[in-house]
């Protein structure tokens, strides 16, 4: 398993070039949030924003960093009510598999199939009666739904693969099951945490149907909103919906990379206590 | 093994009538809110790119004001806002005011969701009747106009020149379609246009379907087929590029402004982006297949005040309204969408404080709405079929003719 | 004890889940207009609108493009979402950053990378046919002509699915004890070997349920294709979840029952994959 650095370099630059090809699309993006409008049909393009202009992000610099607050907020509480619902659940479903089991990880299956138009037309009646329109808990109970389903099904695919020695250990301990599941099986399953927290972070991050439906008319608007701001009836002002999708992801990518770290590090630090 | 089984079916069992047990509970309580409440006005626009420091949100506040009301307003994505307000019409939660796209007025008072002129007291006399009649049906009105555009020929001056082309002579199909092919000969792009799988794409066929003397009642017809080989001979021909099939409005105004197209079918709303184009332009009437000006469809939006459980409010509303809609208002606002007024006197008004709106005013006068005709709901399930045709013929699937009469039996059969 | 950690999660189900589901049934037995959709009292209508929908002529192509549709997606970016795992498992310096760069396509709004995609795929302006040019082939009508279409919008959704498949996977490989590798390295197996006799059995499980999500979550995509082509040019990159849009909410006149019935034929091909699916993990359970 030794490896020459000579050898590790050449992996490095192979990672590059895949990330690069990827991520291509989003240089595409990235050109365009500098593009001046009669620049922007070029036949042939323009590979990079040779006359640039900062229209686009002059745009969004003054109108839209109050949005990612809200889409931050709303991002955190996603996570934070996912996990709290899913893992007891994965867990059960997993280790302690209960009669009705396979029967409710089908419903979470079929739960996932409902429209997202359809979801929100229905939380759209219910949070009316509830007057929870336009309310952050309000935006962040419905992005949960894109995750939670997902997540209670992450985390008996993961959890399924606990030694069950290890649980038994716990129990022979003298540890009740909430004490086992709180100090041995989350710990253990940190991963698919992160995993999951990755997801309901992204995707309450990009949701524009929950959004627009349930917070259009309030004070809290998350980013994919204030996109719409270059959205008018007729015209679309394509450079500052691309500079609001930069500045968006950003700060998001960012948190990504800082996630990644903590994630390698949780994982060799677990490997050295084994 | 069977008893599990059965304790897990029985399980599921409890689960899904506790599912439909809920769902009823949900289904019952329908919504006693109060819409809005105390002195507050709800307005829904589909303007999304105004701020809230936007002239028109002032000129909102302005008139909530004068009614001794504070206004509320929220801007929505144009396409989101017809469900939107469905939607709401359906849980009892309208807006007090509501500003939506003229073709989506007939559908909302199909479903009863918005108040005629006899019960909410608008005035709309002085109204132009060609714009006016995409808000009415059955003899009803709706709603009010807040403003018009419609389509012409945007042209690149510098191209048309060197070319050789005195966009005057451009009064037909045969004088435009050599203008183009003399363009393309200096090495330079013909016309481009909207040809998308949606609405646009209808909106953008209409001045030259009814341009060669077709009707929307026959898809068909000898004159549909002619404009719709109009347009595939021009892609055949490389005189528009085949992108149109799949561009937006917005995206074949940004191929236009890249200065390689001769002329760009687009909007009103676009003057104030082509003041910023780095070419001199101008623009001319879409016209006719035997020549002359072609009747081209209306756009724009209209204000209507949707039904209320509390009757009482619609006076306020009318109070609004009326503010948002008059003469000097509707100039203010006009300006700022690149919209010609629904007014007459205002229309003049345009026109001598900016030349270059005498253009679009005369092709709003002479535009036809496209609910218009008593079409109504009718319009919708013309629409789609056509729009369809127009992408068959032009990706090449099928013959003008094939496509338009498949269009026209589907149109009937609906 | 086990409905003890469930309660919550059933609880959410029921409160969240069971009304929009219940609707979309009610819609499609019910024949709805804009009218009575608004005022109520739409007439029981059976299941008329499931059979306007099978006996209408776009129904078949419109499977087939979801199969296709479907099946080509999912086989892409499973092979390649676990390709790049497989390959940033390895521990090689920015190996972790790169793979958290990956992700980034996922914090684009999809009205964005969609954008993006209809941008590069652009038959005169796009860079992909720019690049072709260079090369020397002629342009190809990327999202304007009916033979491409389909291709294009599976191009764009295999690139939004790879993050997804590679995070779990990579998850799934990151569970996978070293020991078990070291074991096998001393008996000389070579690393295809290395893969399918130890890796991926023991990915079997996350591999299972990545396949499983993929497909309900590509069987429901509709805003990509939605974008790029509108299902179009005529239908031909029309999937059943962009058919059920255009009839419910992409038309000026909207057709509620339908738009619904279709949604509902969507969630039956679902039911049977999630079927499948809890055969072979019963199966699992017995052994």
Request: hydrophobic fraction near 45%; glycine fraction near 10%; include cysteine.
């Amino acid at each position: 398993m030794t490896t020459s650095p000579r050898r590790v370099w050449w992996k490095t630059v192979v990672g590059l070039v895949l990330t690069g090809l990827m991520l291509f699309p989003v240089y595409w993006m990235i050109n365009v949030s500098f593009t001046r409008d009669q620049d922007m049909r070029a036949d042939p393009p323009h590979l990079f924003p040779t006359d640039g202009t900062l229209d686009g992000y002059r745009a969004v610099l003054d109108q839209q960093l109050p949005y990612l607050g809200t889409s931050f907020l709303v991002g955190l509480g996603t996570v934070a009510l996912t996990v709290a619902l899913a893992a007891p659940a994965g867990y059960a479903l997993a280790k302690l598999r209960p009669p009705g089991g396979p029967a409710l990880s089908f419903l979470l299956l079929i739960a996932q199939m409902i429209p997202g138009i359809i979801m929100a037309m229905g939380f759209y009646a219910i949070y009316l009666t509830l007057g929870v329109l336009n309310t952050l808990p309000g935006l962040i109970l419905a992005d949960t739904t894109l995750a939670v389903p997902f997540a209670v099904l992450i985390f008996t695919a993961f959890m399924s693969g606990i030694p069950d020695e290890l649980l038994q250990a716990a129990v022979v301990d003298g540890a009740g099951r909430l004490r086992t599941f709180w100090s041995v099986v989350l710990p253990v399953s940190r991963n698919s945490i992160v995993t999951v927290s990755l997801f309901a972070f992204l995707w309450s991050w990009s949701d524009f149907i929950f959004a627009s439906t349930l917070a259009g008319g309030g004070d809290h608007q998350p980013i994919t909103l204030g996109i719409y701001h270059y959205i008018g009836n007729n015209n679309q002002q394509w450079n500052a919906i691309m500079a609001t999708a930069v500045v968006a992801s950003i700060p998001a990518a960012v948190l990504l990379v800082l996630a990644q770290r903590y994630v390698s590090m949780g994982v060799t630090a677990g490997a050295v206590k084994d | 093994m069977t008893g599990l089984n059965r304790r897990r079916r029985l399980a599921a069992v409890a689960v899904i009538a506790l599912a439909a047990v809920t769902a009823g509970a949900c289904s019952s309580s329908s919504g006693d809110s109060d819409g809005g409440g105390g002195g507050a006005y709800l307005v829904w626009d589909p303007y999304p790119q105004f701020a809230d420091d936007s002239d028109w949100v002032a000129l909102l506040k302005k008139c909530g004001t004068s009614a001794g009301v504070t206004v509320e307003r929220t801007g929505y994505d144009t396409t989101d806002l017809t469900n939107k307000a469905l939607l709401a019409a359906q849980q009892g939660n309208s807006p007090d005011v509501l500003i939506v796209d003229n073709p989506v007025i007939s559908t909302l008072a199909e479903a009863g969701a918005l108040t005629t002129t006899e019960e909410n007291k608008l005035d709309v006399s002085s109204m132009a009747p060609n714009l006016l009649g995409a808000g009415q049906s059955g003899g009803k009105t709706y709603g009010v106009p807040i403003g018009a555009n419609t389509l012409a020929l945007y042209y690149n001056k510098d191209l048309l020149t060197a070319a050789g082309v005195d966009p005057a002579s451009v009064t037909d199909w045969t004088s435009l379609t050599s203008a183009l092919t003399k363009v393309k000969a200096k090495g330079k792009k013909g016309i481009t246009f909207s040809a998308i799988g949606t609405e646009e794409g209808s909106f953008q066929f209409l001045p030259w379907f009814w341009g060669s003397g077709a009707q929307l009642t026959s898809l068909d017809s000898p004159q549909a087929v002619s404009a719709l080989t109009l347009w595939k001979d021009w892609l055949k021909q490389g005189l528009a590029p085949n992108s149109v099939i799949n561009n937006t409005q917005t995206t074949s105004w940004q191929e236009f402004a890249s200065g390689n197209f001769a002329f760009a079918e687009n909007g009103t709303w676009q003057l104030a982006n082509a003041e910023k184009l780095g070419f001199s332009y101008g623009t001319i009437a879409i016209p006719a297949s035997a020549g002359g000006p072609a009747p081209a469809p209306t756009g724009g939006e209209f204000v209507s005040i949707p039904v209320q459980k509390k009757t009482d409010r619609y006076a306020t509303s009318q109070k609004l309204v009326t503010c948002l809609t008059n003469a000097d208002n509707l100039l203010t606002t006009d300006t700022t969408l690149s919209y010609v007024a629904p007014v007459t006197a205002v229309q003049d008004r345009q026109a001598t404080e900016n030349p270059k709106l005498k253009v679009w005013v005369e092709a709003v006068r002479a535009a036809k709405g496209r609910t218009g005709d008593n079409l109504g709901t009718k319009y919708p399930k013309i629409s789609e079929p056509l729009w369809t045709a127009v992408q068959a013929a032009l990706s090449g699937g099928k013959s003008p003719q094939e496509a338009l009469t498949a269009a026209q039996a589907s149109a009937t059969s609906k | 004890m086990a409905w003890g950690f469930l309660a919550p999660t059933v609880v959410y189900l029921l409160a969240f889940y069971a009304y929009p589901l219940y609707r979309n049934v009610e819609l499609s037995l019910r024949e709805y207009t804009v009218r009575s959709f608004v005022q109520g009292g739409a007439p029981f209508a059976g299941l008329d609108n499931y059979r306007t929908v099978l006996t209408d002529p776009a129904f078949w192509p419109t499977l087939a493009h979801t199969l296709v549709f479907t099946g080509a997606s999912l086989v892409f970016q499973f092979t390649i979402g676990m390709a790049l795992a497989l390959f940033f498992r390895q521990h090689f310096p920015l190996s972790g950053t790169l793979r958290a760069l990956i992700l980034v396509p996922w914090l684009l709004p999809l009205i964005v990378s969609a954008s993006t995609w209809s941008w590069l795929l652009n038959s005169d302006s796009g860079l992909v046919n720019a690049a072709l040019g260079v090369v020397g082939i002629d342009p190809v009508n990327w999202l304007t002509s009916p033979t491409w279409s389909l291709t294009s919008v599976i191009i764009a959704n295999v690139w939004i699915g790879i993050p997804f498949n590679l995070v779990v996977l990579y998850s799934g490989l990151q569970a996978i004890p070293v020991e078990v590798y070291e074991a096998s390295a001393l008996d000389g197996a070579s690393g295809w070997q290395r893969f399918w006799s130890i890796t991926f059995p023991l990915l079997r499980p996350v591999s299972a349920i990545t396949l499983l999500l993929g497909l309900i979550y590509t069987l429901k995509v509709f805003d990509i294709i939605w974008i790029m082509t509108r299902g179009g040019p005529t239908g031909s990159s029309a999937t059943l979840a962009t058919w059920s849009y255009r009839l419910g909410f992409g038309n000026m006149l909207p057709e509620f029952g339908p738009g619904a019935a279709v949604g509902n034929l969507l969630i039956v091909m679902a039911l049977i994959a999630g079927l499948v699916y809890i055969r072979s993990q019963r199966r699992q359970y017995q052994r």
